[in-house]
């Protein structure tokens, strides 16, 4: 049985101590949930153009 994903729409903050405003990213993607983690895909949005981007998920790992 296939897994079905789920449509998300993913937001990121990245607050620095050298940067005085907060860097916010949002893009849509897909969720893959597992038996005991998930699976996130999306493409980042750089000035040099979308980067797909997969965030694994484990109580045992993270993977990006």
């Known amino acids: 049985m296939a897994i079905e ?4 729409r993913v937001q990121q ?5 050298d940067m005085p405003e907060a860097i916010e ?9 597992l038996k005991t ?5 999306f493409d ?3 000035e040099d153009g979308p ?3 997969t965030i694994k998920y484990t109580p ?3 993977a990006l």
Request: glycine share 6%.
């Open 5 to 8: 994903p789920l449509r998300v």
């Open 13 to 17: 903050t990245t607050r620095m101590s």
């Open 25 to 33: 990213l949002s893009a849509d993607g897909l969720y893959y949930p």
């Open 37 to 41: 983690g998930f699976i996130l895909m």
């Open 44 to 46: 980042q949005q750089q």
């Open 51 to 53: 980067v797909p981007t």
């Open 60 to 62: 045992e790992r993270l």
